[in-house]
């Protein structure tokens, strides 16, 4: 008997699609390419949960739908395997994470096999790989050999710089660079030494060292980024996070802001997470104004992009990490100051930026000197002002901002009666105001753009302010203090950055004795005695060695985990190439992904810096391509049911949810592998699952403990994660993947209920059944053609056009309901015909590739069902040849005909008389008339 042995049937094509490698894409083809990718997972310890394939679920579907079509499908997996859980878990345990990180990859390797999906393999990466991370710390290099031309608009070779210096000096260069750089000539340039000469290079340099505000967790002994903290604490262990500064390695991302806000309207990307972006660049178009510092050489400067509303300001705040706070403030305020600004440190940038309802700041006791009035204006630190973000100063308008307001009033600091200069009266300005606006007719009766303008030409007139565009978007920290990273491939000389030729990388990562920072602060590279650069010899080696003549130190940060995951699409395209990163021909070919599908978290971090990193490359024409994914798609989120338990308050008793409300209770979550289908709790394995139960009290209803229920993010955390290994094999993948589909819209939330997969399970049973007859389930089809069955024809056809539509919109839930009506009727109309449901298993094949296997080779083929092409829809199957007629007598429908279309009007009121029915109905009478709307009604009045 041939009943539907799931489990055999899906190791049995897992196998073969591993052994044939099916699935692997060519670089030369002459077809047309299509590329597909998923954002690599982080292999962690805890493996996948039915949540986490729902992205590659889709992507699939639609790439094994893409190869129907004709198309050579590149639809390449990895592992994004460096990073910090693995590093923590190796500082608990002493494992070095390189093993663990192996044996996380080898759990999720087998958990995706089980689920059948259609990777290439023979392409697989892993950011942990020295023949990956060479070519990251390749990228590095050519950051660091490269700047910025404003000109150009475009990333250059530094060493084009350096021939414009040797030749004019700086001051005709027009690049992205640190402030305040000093002009020189060229012959100042080339008196120089060589440690100068690099000093002022790294000033200009893509990639640079400087002195930066971090976030620093001490528990973690780490910088964190800003999308790695949550609620002022890291989002890995929760621990404390304070802002500090370190020299760091820094990217000049903001060189690139305007491009990728342009790059935006490029691609096909949802209007919210490219709303994302646009906010998190923050492009402000204003003024920059220069304060003077009274009593001190020094000015203030700000970003403004209200420049006309320069009366308002009655106070200026700065970030409490301002330089200029600890020289500015006055003996009386310096104990005060230097509190607030300990404070400051323990919270984090978006903490602050997130807090509008607390006013906080200090009066330094200087003043600066209104660019106009020339009056005195305090200077207070505030933390809602951010160092990174602009100048880190504010020109506070009390009577123009909602913040200046507040901070104003609650420290009854005073408020100019001004705002947009439009349409006050003059009572508003003081005598010294109203004489500088007659003076200059500034701002007097101007619009606000107007006003805008004539405020930077005053300004510019004083040389205290000009027309700037300004971006929220700061260079980004490239330093991490940790050891599971990539390694610099940078040594040191007498200081100064050297970097290590492209023929001797990668460097690896060395052996540490412990993964903690030392003792006296150092990252955990300083634990390594071979940790050195032998210069002459070009090779790593011990610490001991170093003379700063020939052995030098290395680098002891490594880079982020945003490292590797900015150009891994790319390696993927020629992964086993060992003399470039990828060929030219190669990346030709493939340019860039066509469709990118992940998770929305990565909205302002990894797709922010892939993009930049993209856009490098193209400048350094090692790419043909200035955007990494054409098309991109967030999936939704598969929700948990948590399991809650209620403890009585100051107890060991846990009550049944039906009594809790005479109870003061605590809620408990509990592992939902305890809960039947009827929300009973099986408290036996509640007190072997933990010690804590052992010795509980349980009040019951009914003599059962009913758990609470709530649906929630699907975390281990919670107790609710959903093993994929546990469905599989009681359901089969091809189940699991109809499910997850079923569930609802790819991009929507929806909750995870076990329970529900019996349909889609039953479904493929039904499928099954249909391909087999007869008392033994034997296979069958027939040869009948396709036009000796019209119903089963239409069947198809409309399933076929359904079907496309839906993969091509990404709506895969509606196709799976579109399957199961296509199955329910052509098992009402026994169709057995080999034309029909060949196609049709072609069909289903994207969305259940095992059973879709199977059938197809029942059916004799040879070849994979995946290199079929996908059925064509024909409209004549869905055209109707005959019409049911409601036949009417006096108005009131009695029965219905089923007449051909293509009857003349005497025609079907010949076929109507001649009924055997309508003859009953008039029972021998004669009708008074007859009325026929061919294709409508027939209505016989008697």
């Known amino acids: 008997m041939m009943s539907y042995d799931f489990n055999t049937i899906e190791a049995k094509w897992q196998k073969h699609w591993a052994e ?53 499908v590149l639809h390449p997996q990895g592992y994004d395997s460096f990073g910090l859980p693995a590093e923590q878990y ?54 660091f050999n490269s700047w910025y031309d404003k000109n150009a608009d475009k990333a250059r070779d530094i060493k084009d710089l350096e021939a414009i210096f040797a030749s004019t000096g700086n001051t005709e260069v027009h690049a992205v660079c640190d402030e305040n750089i000093a002009s020189f000539t060229s012959q100042e340039w080339n008196d120089f030494t060589s440690k100068e000469k690099q000093e002022v290079l790294l000033k200009y340099r893509l990639t640079y060292l400087a002195e930066t505000e971090v976030n620093w967790c001490p528990q973690l002994g780490t910088v964190l980024a800003n999308d790695e903290i949550v609620n002022g604490v890291s989002e890995r262990g929760g621990y404390p996070v304070i802002r500090k500064k370190m020299t760091q390695w820094s990217m000049r991302i903001s060189a690139y802001a305007e491009r990728l806000l342009q790059g935006l309207e490029t691609i096909d990307w949802t209007d919210s997470l ?42 200026m705040t700065l970030a409490p990490e301002h330089d200029l706070v600890q020289k500015i403030t006055t003996a009386e305020q310096k104990a005060q100051v230097n509190a607030y600004i300990e404070a400051t440190a323990k919270r984090s940038e978006r903490e602050r ?17 209104h660019p106009f009035t020339k009056e005195p204006v305090p200077i207070w630190i505030g933390d809602y002002v951010l160092a990174g973000y602009g100048t880190g100063a504010v020109m506070a308008v009390p009577c123009g901002d909602q913040r200046d307001y507040d901070f104003a009033k609650h420290f009854n ?149 945003w490292a590797g995951s900015s150009w891994y699409p790319f390696r993927y395209m020629d992964a086993d190439n060992d003399t470039e990163f990828a060929s030219a021909e190669a990346l030709q070919y493939w340019e860039n992904v066509d469709l990118y599908i992940g998770g929305s978290e990565h909205a302002t971090g990894h797709l922010l810096y892939s993009r930049f990193w993209t856009k490098f490359l193209k400048d350094r024409e090692y790419l043909t391509v200035d955007e990494p994914f ?22 060991n008793k846990y009550v049944s949810k039906g009594l809790k409300d005479q109870y003061e209770t605590e809620e408990l979550r509990v592992d939902v592998g305890l809960i039947n289908n009827s929300d009973e709790l099986n408290i036996d394995d509640l007190r072997e699952w933990q010690p804590q139960f052992n010795n509980a009290e349980f009040e019951l209803e009914d003599n059962k403990y009913i758990v609470g229920r709530e649906v929630e993010k699907m975390s281990k955390r919670w107790f609710n994660v959903v093993n994929p290994d546990g469905i599989c094999e009681q359901y089969g993948a091809d189940s699991l993947r109809l499910y997850e589909m079923f569930l609802g819209p790819l991009e929507q939330a929806k909750p995870w209920n076990t329970a529900g997969i019996t349909g889609v399970h039953s479904f493929l049973k039904r499928l099954w059944k249909l391909y087999h007859s007869g008392p033994e389930a034997t296979f ?163």
């Open 274 to 315: 490219k709303e994302s972006q646009r906010n998190w660049i923050g492009k402000s178009v204003g003024a920059s104004v220069t304060f003077n510092v009274k009593e001190h050489d020094a000015v203030i400067e700000v970003f403004t992009t209200r420049p006309d509303t320069i009366f308002g300001v009655t106070f």
């Open 413 to 561: 600091i005073p408020i100019t009666n001004i705002f947009e200069s439009v349409d006050i009266s003059e009572e508003a300005f003081s005598d010294k105001e109203k004489t500088v606006i007659a003076n200059s007719d500034f701002l007097n009766g101007l619009n606000y753009k107007k006003a805008t303008k004539t405020a930077i030409y005053e300004l510019e007139k004083l040389g205290q302010g000009q027309g700037k565009t300004n971006y929220r978007l700061r260079d980004a920290v490239f330093s991490r203090q940790r050891y599971w990273g990539e390694p610099f491939p940078v040594y040191y000389v007498d200081g100064m950055p050297q970097m290590i030729a492209t023929e001797h990388l990668p460097i690896a990562l060395p052996e540490v004795e412990k993964y903690l920072p030392t003792e006296t602060g150092e990252p955990p590279l300083g634990r390594a005695d071979v940790w050195a650069w032998n210069a002459k010899n070009n090779t790593v080696v011990s610490k001991d060695l170093i003379d700063h003549s020939s052995v030098f130190p290395l680098e002891l940060n490594t880079m982020p985990g």
């Open 630 to 651: 054409k098309k991109l798609i967030n999936q939704g989120m598969i929700l948990g049911t948590s399991a809650i338990i209620y403890r009585i308050s100051g107890s």
């Open 780 to 942: 069958y089809v027939s040869d009948s053609s396709i036009s000796e069955e019209p119903e089963a024809a239409k069947t198809l056809h409309k399933t076929i056009k359904k079907v496309e539509e839906d993969i091509e919109n990404f709506s895969f839930n509606t196709s799976v309901s579109t399957f199961m009506i296509a199955v329910n009727e052509l098992t009402a109309q026994k169709c057995t015909s080999k034309e029909i449901l060949e196609p049709l298993a072609v069909l289903i094949s994207p969305y259940a590739p095992h059973i879709a296997e199977e059938l197809w080779q029942k059916l004799g083929k040879g070849e994979s069902i995946s290199t079929a092409a996908f059925p064509v829809f024909e409209e004549k199957y869905l055209v109707e040849s005959t019409k049911k007629y409601p036949i009417s007598f006096n108005g009131k429908m009695r029965f219905t005909l089923e007449l051909p279309l293509d009857l003349s009007k005497d025609q079907i009121e010949a076929a109507v008389m001649a009924n055997e029915k309508t003859q009953q109905q008039l029972a021998g009478r004669e009708p008074k008339k007859i009325i026929v709307v061919p294709g409508k009604i027939v209505n016989i009045v008697g």
């Open 20 to 72: 044939e490698q099916t699935f692997k894409a060519e670089n030369n083809s002459d077809k047309k390419k299509y590329y597909v990718l998923d954002m690599f997972p982080y292999p962690s310890g805890a493996g996948l949960h039915v949540g986490h394939p729902l992205g590659y679920i889709a992507s699939d579907i639609y790439t094994r739908y893409k190869r129907h079509k004709g198309f050579n």
């Open 353 to 369: 930026m997130a807090d509008v309802k607390t006013i906080s700041g200090v009066f330094t006791g200087a003043y600066a000197e």
């Open 90 to 143: 190796a500082i608990q345990t002493g494992q070095h994470p390189a093993i663990t990180t192996k044996e996380n990859i080898a759990r999720y390797r087998e958990q995706l096999d089980k689920i059948g999906f259609s990777f290439d393999w023979s392409r697989e990466v892993r950011t942990s790989n020295p023949d990956f991370y060479k070519w990251t710390q390749w990228i590095f290099i050519e950051l």
